[in-house]
């Protein structure tokens, strides 16, 4: 009863902060002395998803190496377009930040729909990658491929049919980029859902699916999914997906991982960006950051803004090329 | 057996009592409170449970729930206003029993209903788990498909007395479910350009415009006197149930609680698409089907038993293959994945007591939830004594704090206020607006399977007929068209005899 | 203070009572189907500039939507022409009364819906909910001072129980 009572108040008390802070737009502080109020990080994807269980697992540690506490928030819609959008409200500085990654400024700007999306890239400061997922190929088991070989022999005469999540999904474009390259005929099906797609596999209604490791975990585990290839240049060996070989081992270069970028409003002062990425890379590196990110079969990661930039380069090439 | 003791062992602790009773207190809140969601409680009480154990933030999750997907009923009974989509079936006998003074006895009806759907399907999933997910196996693409289709044949029954207004409103809330992005081409649809309607309409912020605030603008129809009901009256009320009336809901109740525990196991249909279904069959095989929509115990017992048997029938998916049926229970996927549990086909067998605890203990969530709502009815039934003066800003207060709160969004009201406007031009013209609701909870749904089946057989119809299963759908669907159809022809010679 | 209270009832009782006047019996079927028909007619024809398509296949984004505006647009038809042969065959036909004043209450209580949505934007939940309790209250004649009491504290208990101990956000 302790427990669940000192639970309710902690809550009140960091909600009643989330309220003073969530309206108020910050005004130009001295930078050393960034932050002086508390940091929100807003997530703009569901509750319960990798990014959110890294966002609020990472949050605890903000007093210690901000010295103000951070608030782990959600702000839904549109498949993070809207927070996105509602984040240019922000001055530079301010104490809000938010998570973007690949599908908010490479695909959404480059398929339908492009013209209902207000913000660009350049609106944002990179601060730090959160984390990398790969993405992995599986296949069902009774079809016995287990590498892009056999996956080569398979196709050589057969349309293959995979199944993703959401057409205009990361997952989509890899696919597609994936089999153009090996010269093998597609069938693109769109599920609700990695969830769903993954079990549409397993029932044999598709051949392959594209997930990520966690998503692909329990089928692979239980044997009715095998994994073909990661979408890496490192193969992958752990207890489930058990020496992968990676897609760049054949030669294979139109992939990308799943990032989840921490972002500042434009303008904001490379010391406030530098002053973040510093405790956040900190927190990264803590004990059970490391275990949360390998129960979530994710990587943590130490990308420059540079790298960052590339990376929404070079999926929008991909993009472009697999419309 | 032995997993079934270890999981006993599990669940027998204060905490895990205390946490689902927490829970269950708060879903009843959630879903009596229109805009208030089950999704939207679990998603603002989750980071709670990201500190508990396994089986505790299972039994507080649980507990909102199952408690959500009765509490909807409250709101539909007392004030004609859903507070779930799930319970708008209820509303439709739940409203015209509050207006014979019988509100107790609707609510009482609503709580042993939705108690008695909750158990029976915990206990499919305690027992029956296995067996149901291989059936859930063989259910693809073009069988949801036809269940879906096979759903809006329910439009000929919400539809009041017109058949073709009710095709007409059914396929206007059909379209409006198309607005937003298509999950099938990438594209979007009917957006003019504007963020907030990207990801479409949620069903909640329609529903709260076409029910509860398309009723407020409703109250311009009299000068509203101090409707004041007695509260001395509402105390008096003969909540007893007749022995004749406990005989007509047995059947309904568990044929309802079978079409529940059916239609949870295929992902994405959830809780409204069970209650409309188990309404419509309810009332086809009443002795008194005349009374369907004027105040029917039936209908109620019906609709609340099936909306509570989806809840354990959405976990034999997500446990057993780690598909989530409906976004709530999408969320509760994160909980088992931060406790290191990944759902599929090892789940029972490396953390069987885990498992164990977590099924037994959706049994007593379930008694739980009875008992509370027992209590609690008491409190909430005091509504209907408040003058509708009063009653009516509290409840616009409500619905446009959870409009808002859905996607902290000014926009999102002034969606429900279109909705609104639209339901009650609507009404003004004798269009059902029932039939608008169907249309949006199954259009996506239906036109997504519908699409990917043809995405899956290269273009090929056959794909419809391609499983014994397909087949059952496809026949059952020829049948009811043909019984609509038929009654129609039946009641137009009757009114041209009467007309004579 | 009261006179004056009273006098604007006067008032609007008197313009309530001209308005009553005007009554009007709508063929409710012909006039619903009418709507219907020009929303599905404006709809279709926002088709081809809101829903693009780059594919030939047979099924696109389109085919759903496009085949729901038909179908709204054939029914609403049917309708239509069921009253119209009615209508000149003298049979009778669904009918309702419309009274102006009802349609006029009906605006009033939107626009202090839309009064509400507004001032959202300005002054946060809990004022905009004093200020829509207090002309909701007015509008339905009340003059009982508890009233008022009552649904202020109803709107600051709302806003607080939202905020606080629900932890849902507020405008």
């Known amino acids: 009863m302790k427990k669940l009572f000192s639970i309710l108040m902690m809550s009140i008390i960091m909600s009643s902060a989330l309220f003073a802070n969530g309206t108020k737009e910050s005004t130009q502080s001295p930078v050393d002395a960034w932050p ?168 044999g209604e598709t051949e392959f699916a594209l997930s990520h490791q966690s998503q692909a975990k329990g089928a692979v585990e239980a044997g009715t999914l095998t994994p073909v290839t990661v979408f890496s240049d490192k193969p992958v060996n752990n207890d489930v997906f058990k020496d992968v070989k990676p897609a760049g081992e054949y030669g294979i270069d139109s992939y990308f991982p799943n990032t989840c970028f921490l972002l500042a409003r ?13 405790a956040y890379l900190e927190i990264m590196q803590k004990e059970d950051m490391q275990k949360l990110f390998s129960q979530l079969m994710v990587e943590s990661s130490d990308w420059t ?11 929008i090439q991909i993009v472009q090329n697999n419309k | 057996m032995d997993l079934f003791l270890q999981g006993s062992a599990l669940l027998f602790n204060v905490p895990n009592f205390l946490y689902m009773n927490l829970g269950l207190f708060l879903g009843v809140i959630f879903g009596a409170i229109p805009g208030l969601t089950v999704i939207l ?17 299972f039994m507080f999750l649980l507990g909102i729930y199952c408690a959500g997907s009765y509490g909807g009923s409250i709101s539909a009974i007392l004030i004609k206003t859903p507070g779930t ?62 269940v879906c289709a096979f759903g809006l044949t329910i439009i000929a029954g919400v539809s009041g007395n017109n058949l073709i207004k009710g095709i007409i409103a059914g396929a206007f809330g059909l379209f409006i479910s198309t607005i937003g992005i298509d999950a099938m081409s990438g594209g979007t649809r009917f957006i003019f350009n504007n963020i907030n309607l990207y990801s479409g309409i949620a069903l909640v912020i329609s529903l709260i415009g076409l029910f509860a605030l398309s009723e407020v603008l409703a109250k311009s129809e009299k000068v509203v006197v101090d409707t004041k009901v007695n509260t001395e009256d509402l105390n008096k009320e003969n909540a007893k149930f007749t022995q004749e009336e406990k005989k007509s809901v047995r059947r309904p109740m568990i044929l309802s609680a079978i079409i529940g525990v059916i239609i949870g196991i295929i992902p994405g249909t959830g809780a409204s698409m069970a209650s409309f279904f188990s309404y419509d069959r309810a009332r086809s095989m009443s002795k008194h089907p005349e009374m369907f929509g004027k105040g029917s115990l039936e209908g109620i017992s019906a609709c609340e038993t099936a ?48 498992m164990y605890a977590i099924m037994i ?99 090929k119809w056959d794909i419809f007929v391609s499983s014994p299963i397909c087949i059952a759908f496809l026949s059952l669907i020829i049948i009811t068209l043909v019984l609509i159809i038929n009654s129609q022809v039946k009641n137009s010679r009757k009114k041209g005899e009467n007309n004579e | 203070m009261k006179n004056f209270l009273d006098s604007i009832d006067l008032f609007i009782d008197n313009t309530g009572a001209k ?153």
Not at chain 1, 37 to 60: H, M, Q, S, Y
Not at chain 1, 305 to 315: G, K, L, R, S, T
Not at chain 2, 41 to 57: D, N, R
Not at chain 2, 327 to 333: E, F, K, N, R, T
């Open chain 2, 307 to 354: 909306n509570n048997a989806v809840t354990g029938a959405t976990l034999i998916p997500l446990l057993t293959m780690g598909i989530p049926g409906d976004g709530s229970v999408a969320i509760m996927l994160g909980a088992l994945m931060i406790n290191g549990l990944t759902p599929g086909p090892n789940l029972f067998v490396e953390h069987g007591p885990i």
């Open chain 3, 19 to 171: 308005l009553e006047k005007h009554k009007m019996n709508v063929p409710i079927n012909i006039v619903g189907s009418i709507l219907f028909i020009v929303i599905a007619l404006v709809c279709l024809k926002l088709v081809p500039s809101q829903i693009r398509v780059n594919t030939t296949s047979q099924i696109t984004a389109r085919t759903f939507p496009v085949l729901m505006l038909q179908i709204v647009l054939l029914f609403s038809s049917v309708l239509l022409l069921k009253d119209i042969i009615s209508l000149i065959r003298k049979k009778e036909i669904e009918r309702k009364e419309i009274t102006l004043l009802v349609e006029v209450r009906a605006l009033i209580i939107l626009a202090m819906m839309v009064v509400f949505l507004l001032l959202l934007h300005y002054i946060g939940f809990i004022f905009s909910s004093i200020v829509f309790g207090i002309l909701m209250l007015f509008y339905f004649r009340c003059r009982k001072l508890s009233s008022y009491i009552i649904i202020c504290s109803a709107a600051i208990m709302i806003g607080f129980l939202f905020q606080y101990l629900l932890k849902v956000r507020l405008p």
């Open chain 1, 36 to 203: 002086e109020e508390p940091v929100t990080v807003i997530c703009p994807w569901a509750v319960g998803g990798v990014a959110d269980l890294v966002n609020r697992k990472a949050a605890v540690y903000g007093q210690e190496l901000l010295g103000q506490p951070v608030l782990a928030t959600n702000e839904l819609g549109a498949g993070g377009n809207v927070a996105l959008t509602n984040f240019l409200k922000n001055e530079a500085n301010s104490y809000n930040l938010i998570f973007g990654g690949e599908g908010a400024f490479s695909i959404a700007p480059n398929v339908d729909g492009s013209e209902a999306i207000m913000f660009k890239y350049d609106d944002y400061v990179p601060v730090m990658n959160m984390y990398s997922a790969t993405f992995v190929m599986t296949a069902n088991a009774g079809l016995n491929i287990n590498n892009l070989d056999d996956l080569k022999a398979y196709g050589a005469n057969h349309t293959c049919v995979v199944a993703v999540n959401g057409i205009a999904g990361s997952e989509a474009f890899i696919a597609k980029a994936l089999f153009k390259e090996l010269g093998i005929d597609l069938t693109l099906v769109s599920y609700n859902g990695a969830n769903l797609a993954l079990a549409a596999v397993a029932k």
């Open chain 2, 41 to 57: 409680c679990i998603v603002l009480f989750l980071p709670f449970t990201y500190t508990l154990g396994a089986v505790e933030s």
């Open chain 1, 266 to 278: 434009k303008g904001t002062s490379p010391e406030v960006v530098a002053k973040i990425r510093s």
């Open chain 2, 361 to 459: 203990g959706l049994i007593f969530v379930n008694i739980f939830m009875f008992l509370q709502g027992k209590i609690l009815t008491k409190w909430f039934a005091k509504v209907i004594s408040v003058p509708v003066y009063l009653l009516t800003p509290i409840i616009v207060m409500f619905c446009f704090a959870g409009a808002f709160s859905v996607n902290s969004s000014l926009f999102d009201i002034k969606v429900t206020l279109v909705f609104a406007v639209i339901a009650y031009i609507m009404s003004k013209f004798g269009f059902s607006t029932i039939p608008v609701l169907l249309g949006l909870v199954l259009g996506t749904l239906t036109e997504e399977n519908f699409r990917r089946s043809l995405v899956l057989s290269d273009g």
């Open chain 1, 305 to 315: 803004a540079e790298d960052m930039n590339n990376h929404i380069e070079h999926v």
């Open chain 2, 85 to 146: 989509p799930h319970a708008a079936a209820t509303m439709l006998d739940g409203y015209p029993l509050t207006k014979q003074g019988k509100s107790m006895k609707a609510l009482k009806m609503a709580l042993i209903a939705s108690t008695f759907g909750g158990i029976f399907s915990a206990i499919v999933l305690l027992f029956f788990a296995p067996q149901v997910a291989k059936f859930a196996q063989m259910m693809g693409t073009p069988e949801y498909f036809l």
